[in-house]
T-cell receptor, first 114, second 114 residues
C-alpha cells in the first residue's frame, strides 16, 4: 500500500551494527505498529504506538527500540544487530475511529544480519 | 503461548476447488476475527473479518464461518483461482477493551494449480 512506505526495502548488515528501519504514512492514522515475520511463525508484534507520546512493547521487544518522531513517522532500531534478527519487518497503521481497527501494512523491509 | 492456532501450514488446491483454512483460539475475550491475505513481496492486506455475533460472513467467493462454542473460525474460498495463491493469516483481537492489538496465526500458504 503506497500510503505506508518503508525504507530501506532491503538491508544487509553485520553483527553488532546499529540499524534503523523507517516507516512513513500518509493515511493520517494515529496508531502505528512494527511486526516481524519469520517463515512459519506468522507476524509477531515488536512495538506499537497509539500516538506520538504513547509507545508500548509488544510480544518480542527485546533487542529492539522505537521512536515516534511525528504522527506520520515511526522508526525501529536494532542497537546491536545479531543474526537471529534476520527477518522481514513490517510497519502498519490503523485508525480506530471506525467500527473496526483495520491495520494497513507497508511493503516490508527484508533485513539480513551476517 | 500461541493464542491463535492456524492449520494447515500449506494447502494445494486445483482451480475451481474449495480452499478451507481453519483457526482456533483460546482467549474467549477476543471479539474481532479478521483474515489477512499476503502476496509475495507485499505486506498483508485485510481480506474479510467477522464479529462473534454472527456465524457466517460472505464477501464474493470468500466466506468466514464462525463457531463461538468451539472457539474456531475458518476461511472458505469457493471456486479457487490461481490468483488466490498467497499466504493467508487469521487473527484475533479484543476491540471491546480498546487495545486493538492483533494476535496472528502462523499463516497458510495456498497454492491454486491450473
Amino acid at each position: 500500500d503506497a500510503d505506508v512506505t518503508q525504507t530501506p526495502r532491503n538491508r544487509i548488515t553485520k553483527t553488532g551494527k546499529r540499524i534503523m528501519l523507517e516507516c512513513s504514512q500518509t493515511k493520517g492514522h494515529d496508531r502505528m505498529y512494527w511486526y516481524r515475520q519469520d517463515p512459519g511463525l506468522g507476524l509477531q508484534l515488536i512495538y506499537y504506538s497509539f500516538d506520538v507520546k504513547d509507545i508500548n512493547k509488544g510480544e518480542i521487544s527485546d533487542g529492539y527500540s522505537v521512536s515516534r518522531q511525528a504522527q506520520a513517522k515511526f522508526s525501529l532500531s536494532l542497537e546491536s544487530a545479531i543474526p537471529n534478527q534476520t527477518a522481514l519487518y513490517f510497519c502498519a497503521t490503523s485508525d480506530p475511529s471506525g467500527s473496526t481497527d483495520t491495520q494497513y501494512f507497508g511493503p516490508g523491509t527484508r533485513l539480513t544480519v551476517l | 503461548q500461541q493464542q491463535v492456532k492456524q492449520s494447515p501450514q500449506s494447502l494445494i488446491v486445483q482451480k475451481g476447488g474449495i480452499s478451507i483454512i481453519n483457526c482456533a483460539y483460546e482467549n474467549t475475550a477476543f471479539d474481532y476475527f479478521p483474515w489477512y491475505q499476503q502476496f509475495p513481496g507485499k505486506g498483508p492486506a485485510l481480506l474479510i473479518a467477522i464479529r462473534p455475533d454472527v456465524s457466517e460472513k460472505k464477501e464474493g467467493r470468500f466466506t468466514i464461518s464462525f463457531n463461538k462454542s468451539a472457539k474456531q473460525f475458518s476461511l472458505h474460498i469457493m471456486d479457487s483461482q490461481p490468483g488466490d495463491s498467497a499466504t493467508y493469516f487469521c487473527a484475533a483481537s479484543i476491540q471491546g477493551a480498546g487495545s486493538y492489538q492483533l494476535t496472528f496465526g502462523k499463516g497458510t500458504k495456498l497454492s491454486v494449480i491450473p
